[in-house]
């Protein structure tokens, strides 16, 4: 059996930058993937190149959702996908809606597009939508603009409109990121409740090892364009091999640390890791030896745990 | 909205009585002052400017004479013409039409093509026709437009004998086909450098709507291009444009001025250069108030059409 | 931490002011703006020794003379007086009025803007009304008023439109002192006791800089297409002195009688305007990337 998305050496590149580097991961059908990475590595372009929806870049691989080839497809028969099999939701819901277009039409709009419904059905859908995001007075919210609603609520708009046409696939862009903290929480919960009750297979991407904690079935860890190291994330948290995921757990402040213990951080930046050749995390990592000239590949150290590294414990 | 709408009204009621204050300090601060024309004239006497110093108020002080001509601004009495006595408010206001039909035909005519133009080259950025738009636009705004005007005229009045060189209507009919065809070479002349101005507002205003996250979303939800172009784009695009058209109007009503004195076209344009030449102030004063009355009401009517359109406004936001 | 060497934070600024040069070079239409405007000034100022006549050398044997007859490139006017000599003369009028137009706007702009933003309070409330107000009047109504009553010279019809031009760089000066006022390195400067005037000429005035270039660019290309207008209309620049616009004063019969008499100086004055404009355009791309895609275009 295969798994409902597939992606092999997915590589995009704007210009002579790289900023995804032939990745491959897989997705099964009602499971949870963490992308997790620091700001710019390239999760979120990994997500958009999958949409099909970036500008001015190149983009190479194969991505494959329940067996139909993403970029083989012609535009028109892309476009008929977007929105009704996989969807995304946006970092900032703030910026995402339309500042001018009543919500209520933005989701009715979605939901036109895809399903053949009347004016009065794609109402009432998008009414029972509202309701099933947890949006409290839902008749009158459809018709307020996305400047009248907290930023909590315009995600929860976001995700009705993601899920709205019953997506086989969810990709969720640091769904939490521009949210109050104790809102996150309650968004995570409602993403969870309603993939799961629909079945659905997310690509969760974060900055936050505490979100993929909480959320994902498996993780896939990014730097610098590639991935370095995936596992299921009970594994990947207890056992963590390759020495940048090591250096991320230990940089999550525990609670029983003093208030005056440093926290550990990773020395360097990501900046020059374009530039080096072989593996990218030599420049800033402690075991690097001579063999790290040469790019490592992902290889299986235990059953559904890879790592790219030459050193890796 | 209607706090908004009494906050914009005060706010314009502020600007023309500011524009009244330096439009009449001007006048009269000038060398020479109002009756420059009279002192310089052999054949009139020191009592001749007295008596029409007099017959004018004139001789009062510049404060009272200010009230004075302000309350008449606002009860409709706008004074008398120095040349022939004639009611300013009726020379100037029989003009009125004339100006607003060129303006009017030219700014709706620019507004299709230039906002078509600035679309097409923001969503081609880059391309063959993108270039081509932008450097037309520019020379289009580096042309004189009076000598363009003469230019046009030259052209497709004389040469080609296509059109008539000016006017409204012919002497002998005025007939509808008659008016149109007058009306051809003065508004696209005029419309020519608006359409250059606005293809530019469109395009930048387009570019940066183009890249905002909503219009991402509107592409992840699978809308069709069309759509996405003419609902989302388009729509966040109205705000900025109608602003801008408010800003413009000074340029617009500066625009038809120039373009009314080269095709003789019998607006209040023309009717100021001929004032100009014969320094009558009264009715100088009259179309510069005017003017800028038009240039305050229009951007009133903008913002409250801003505040229609993007719900953000009336609340203080954008 | 690591720590940095002070000279690597100091080191990329005078690199990136080169870069500005360079990117302005870059942009072709600039480029070719500053070669037409270079050689019209080379021609302007060395008409003294490179026009074939005198200015007024009136030839009444060889009036309207078309381009490219013999003793006349560009052919002789009415009064027979070479066409070529007079537009390298009136290019003289017609650059400096626009220099000098720019720089009173510039100066009246600027003094408005910073002082406004810079003191704030009643001073700001007035001025930034004023600056309002001012631009309700169209600028051709309320130039053409003040130049009926004025003696026409070079010096004051430069002031002329310098006077009823300076409302769009006070607004630009008046919101980037505004922004910088509030910015770290202008509460550093007031901490440590430096007075205003120290503040606003060595700290905001190269902040201010790059737009104020901007705006004053295309103000040049404005002042010129005013000035050409208003003595079109006879309330510039007086003849015999030749300015481009005056020269097409009798534009509307010339058409008829001789064309090129009435193309060519038109043809000058879209030469230096566009010139203008396609430089502005080329430092506000050289200048700041984040203006880039700004509203384009001369105001006129």
């Given at each position: 059996m295969t798994a409902l998305l597939e992606v092999e050496k997915l590589a995009v590149s704007f210009g002579t930058m790289r900023a995804v580097d032939a990745i491959s991961f897989t997705v099964e059908s009602g499971e949870i993937l963490g992308l997790v990475g620091e700001s710019g590595c390239g999760k979120t372009t990994a997500a958009l190149a999958l949409m099909r929806l970036l500008r001015g870049a190149t983009c190479t691989g194969a991505a494959r959702l329940a067996d139909v080839d993403l970029f083989s497809l012609d535009e028109p028969a892309m476009r008929a996908r977007r929105g009704s099999d996989l969807a995304m939701i946006f970092q900032d819901p703030a910026t995402a809606l339309h500042p001018t277009i009543q919500v209520g039409d933005q989701l009715v709009e979605t939901l036109r597009t895809h399903l053949n419904l009347s004016a009065r059905q794609a109402r009432s859908r998008a009414l029972d939508l509202f309701r099933k995001v947890g949006i409290a007075a839902p008749e009158a919210r459809l018709r307020a603009f996305p400047h009248e609603l907290s930023g909590g609520m315009c995600q929860r708009v976001m995700i009705a409109m993601a899920i709205a046409c019953s997506p086989l696939l969810l990709l969720a862009d640091e769904p939490t990121t521009a949210l109050d903290v104790t809102v996150q929480a309650q968004i995570l919960d409602l993403l969870r409740q309603v993939t799961r009750e629909a079945g659905m297979s997310v690509v969760l991407i974060t900055h936050d090892l505490g979100v993929v904690a909480g959320m994902a079935d498996r993780v896939a860890v990014m730097y610098a364009g590639a991935i370095v190291e995936m596992a299921g994330t009970d594994r990947l948290f207890a056992a963590p091999r390759h020495p940048y995921t090591r250096g991320l757990l230990a940089s999550i402040p525990a609670l029983d640390q003093g208030w005056d213990e440093p926290i550990p951080t990773l020395a360097g930046s990501v900046q020059s890791a374009f530039e080096v050749p072989g593996c990218r995390f030599s420049p800033r990592c402690p075991l690097a030896s001579e063999i790290c000239r040469s790019a490592p590949s992902l290889r299986e150290v235990a059953p559904g745990h890879f790592v790219s590294c030459w050193n890796a414990a | 909205m209607l706090r908004f709408l009494a906050h914009r009204l005060a706010q314009s009621v502020v600007l023309l009585l500011g524009v009244s204050i330096i439009g009449f300090g001007l006048m009269h601060l000038a060398p020479g002052g109002p009756l420059a024309l009279y002192t310089i004239n052999p054949t009139v006497t020191a009592q001749d400017i007295e008596r029409v110093k007099a017959q004018f108020g004139l001789d009062q002080p510049v404060a009272i004479q200010y009230l004075k001509w302000a309350e008449g601004m606002f009860t409709g009495n706008w004074g008398y013409s120095f040349f022939g006595g004639q009611q300013v408010r009726e020379i100037v206001l029989d003009r009125m039409p004339a100006t607003l039909e060129l303006m009017g035909t030219s700014l709706f005519l620019a507004l299709m093509i230039g906002v078509t133009i600035g679309i097409v080259s923001a969503v081609r950025r880059n391309s063959v026709a993108d270039y081509a738009s932008a450097v037309a636009a520019m020379i289009a705004l580096s042309l004189p437009t009076f000598w363009f005007g003469l230019l046009a005229i030259y052209l497709f009045a004389q040469t080609l004998e296509w059109l008539p060189a000016g006017g409204v209507a012919s002497t002998s009919g005025g007939d509808l086909v008659d008016r149109l065809r007058h009306l051809v070479l003065p508004v696209a002349v005029l419309s020519f450098v608006l359409v250059a101005q606005w293809s530019r507002y469109t395009r930048s205003a387009m570019l940066d709507i183009l890249n905002q996250d909503?219009?991402?979303t509107a592409e992840a939800k699978g809308l069709k291009r069309s759509r996405i172009l003419l609902n989302h784009a388009l729509r966040a695009c109205l705000a900025p444009l109608i602003t801008l058209a408010g800003l413009q109007l000074?340029?617009?009503?500066?625009?038809?001025?120039?373009?009314?004195?080269?095709?003789?076209?019998?607006?209040m344009g023309?009717?100021?250069?001929?004032?100009?030449?014969m320094r009558d102030y009264p009715v100088l004063m009259a179309i510069l108030m005017v003017s800028a009355f038009v240039v305050v009401l229009g951007n009133l009517l903008a913002d409250i059409a801003v505040a229609l359109v993007d719900p953000r406004v009336k609340l203080g936001y954008g | 931490m690591v720590d940095v060497p002070a000279a690597e934070i100091i080191l990329p600024r005078p690199a990136q002011r080169f870069g500005a040069l360079r990117r302005l070079l870059r942009h072709r239409l600039a480029a070719l703006g500053l070669i037409v405007i270079g050689l019209l000034a080379i021609g302007s100022a060395g008409a003294p020794?490179?026009?074939p006549y005198q200015p007024d050398d009136i030839d009444i044997a060889q009036r309207y003379a078309p381009p490219l007859s013999e003793g006349h490139i560009l052919g002789s006017d009415d009064l027979g007086r070479d066409v070529l000599t007079r537009l390298l003369y009136a290019g003289q009028v017609s650059l400096s009025v626009g220099l000098a137009a720019m720089l009173v706007t510039v100066l009246v702009g600027?003094?408005?803007?910073?002082?406004?933003?810079?003191?704030?309070?009643?001073?700001?409330?007035?001025?930034?009304?004023?600056?309002?107000?001012?631009?309700?009047?169209p600028s051709v109504f309320l130039l053409l008023f003040v130049a009926a009553f004025v003696t026409p010279s070079l010096a004051s019809i430069a002031l002329m439109i310098g006077l009823t031009c300076w409302m769009e760089i006070a607004r630009i000066v008046y919101v980037q002192i505004l922004t910088l006022k509030s910015a770290d390195f202008i509460a550093a400067a007031r901490m440590v006791g430096a007075p205003s005037w120290r503040i606003i000429f060595r700290q905001i005035l190269p902040n201010t800089l790059a737009p104020i270039l901007v705006a004053a660019t295309l103000n040049m290309a404005n002042a010129i297409l005013l000035e050409s207008y208003i003595s079109f209309l006879g309330y510039g620049i007086q003849p015999p002195a030749a300015s481009w616009g005056n020269m097409l004063t009798n534009a509307q019969s010339d058409f008829q009688v001789d064309p090129w008499l009435a193309i060519l100086p038109g043809l000058a004055i879209t030469l230096a305007v566009a010139s203008f404009?396609?430089?502005?355009?080329?430092?506000?791309?050289?200048?700041?990337p984040r203006m880039r895609e700004r509203s384009a275009g001369a105001l006129r």
């Open positions: - | 909503y219009i991402r000074p340029l617009l009503v500066g625009g038809a001025l120039v373009t009314e004195t080269v095709f003789s076209w019998p607006g023309l009717l100021f250069v001929n004032a100009l030449g | 020794w490179l026009a600027f003094a408005v803007g910073a002082f406004a933003a810079y003191h704030g309070g009643w001073v700001d409330i007035a001025l930034m009304r004023l600056t309002d107000i001012m631009l309700c009047f404009n396609f430089i502005g355009d080329g430092l506000r791309d050289a200048l700041d």
